[in-house]
């Protein structure tokens, strides 16, 4: 999940090691520049191990599947006809991808990046089943596709052995009205998106039994779910085209200010993304690429153009969760020598 393709890095970095070997001429100077150059290639490397070193890029799905930059610039495409939703699991570097329409999906995985195999278009052994999948999530190596038609969400398993499906299981199946959004917590409960009544959300355990329903004031036609690193929900509200952020047991907004990000022309909203790295949130819209606010506050920063065209599904890649730590080992280290060579007078 590290990139191991050490020899891209960013030009900061890059300019900052070739300042240092410049200057580097302590005998115990090595020690410490091993460091910043350990740090350095650990700043440029994400979750899936993406070649251009970018934490903070995207995945958009459009009709077919691209890999975007930090910035919305263009980098691949990732070979997938008809892509409609995507989602990265993290623990095994794989991007799966729904593609399809009108009752005929396939589900479709990619591996071996940073130089992604053809994709893999998984075998339902069963039938395909879905009817209307909305969003979807991974987790310990199965699939969960939310349906609105079938007012359920859907687990596929047997996906990491050999891309055949093996076994299905219907979650909430009919007690779920008009799925939109799921995502899992921490601690493995399984949040669902509904758009009965006025909109809810509905919390199953870990074991998918329903526990609880939450109602969110203000809330409209909910879709896409995700947490940050903090514990904190965000719900896609499509009615009001905008993201709501609160507590995941009492439905209260979080946060010391207001926070409802929103612009003009984001008028189809249709699935989001955090990005921690950058502190971004990424809306997509069905008709107008994707719109990207402050995480923090809600404050609109730009729209990105995709394709020309909408965006149905969006994931944000996120750098390892050790790049910090090692950052912080590397500079420390710096601190350190800076030290040592003052003293010596």
């Known amino acids: ?34 460091s910043v150059m350990v740090g350095a290639v650990m700043l440029s490397s994400t979750a ?3 070649p251009y070193n970018s934490p903070g890029n995207f995945y958009a799905g459009n009709g077919s599947l691209g890999e975007y930059d930090a910035d919305g610039i263009y980098l691949r495409s990732l070979g997938v006809p008809g892509a409609k939703d995507v989602v990265i699991d993290v623990d095994s570097g794989k991007l799966i991808a729904l593609a399809g329409s009108a009752g005929a999906f396939d589900i479709w995985v990619i591996d071996a990046l940073p130089n992604p195999l053809a994709p893999h278009k998984a075998n ?45 299981m219907d979650i909430g199946l009919g007690n779920i009205p008009n799925p939109g959004g799921l995502v899992f917590d921490s601690s493995g409960q399984l949040f669902v998106s509904s758009s009965g009544g006025s909109g809810q959300i509905v919390v199953f355990n870990s074991g998918f039994v329903h526990q609880r329903t939450m ?26 085209n905008t993201v709501m952020r609160v507590d995941p047991i009492s439905g209260a907004p979080t946060g010391t200010g207001p926070f409802a990000p929103s612009h003009l ?24 690429g994707v719109f990207v606010f402050n995480l923090s506050t809600g404050e609109y920063i730009d729209t990105y153009s995709i394709g020309g065209g909408g965006v149905t599904g969006i994931a944000a890649v996120v750098p390892e969760p050790a790049t910090l730590a090692l950052v912080g080992i590397a500079f420390g280290a710096l601190a350190f020598r800076r030290r040592k060579r003052n003293n010596k007078g």
């Not at 590290?2 to 302590?26: P, S, V, W």
């Not at 036609?221 to 719900?235: I, T």
């Not at 008028?267 to 997509?284: H, P, T």
Request: glycine letters at 8%; proline letters at 2%; aromatic letters at 12%.
């Open 1 to 34: 999940m590290i990139d191991n393709n050490t020899q891209h890095l960013y030009g900061k970095e890059r300019l900052f090691i070739r300042t240092a070997q410049t200057r580097c001429k302590m005998k115990h100077c090595s020690v410490w520049l091993a």
């Open 48 to 50: 899936l191990g993406v």
């Open 124 to 168: 339902f052994f069963f039938g395909n089943g879905l009817q209307d999948p909305t969003s979807m999530a991974y987790r310990n190596d199965r699939l969960y596709v939310a349906d609105f038609q079938l007012n359920a969400v859907v687990e596929l398993g047997g996906l990491e052995a050999d891309y055949a499906v093996v076994w299905r």
């Open 215 to 240: 109602d969110i004031a203000g809330l409209q036609n909910p879709g896409a779910l995700e947490f940050d690193s903090n514990g904190n929900l965000y719900v896609l509200s499509k009615g009001s």
């Open 265 to 288: 022309n984001l008028q189809n909203a249709a699935g989001i993304s955090l990005s921690e790295y950058n502190n971004r949130l990424l809306v997509a819209d069905e008709f107008n």
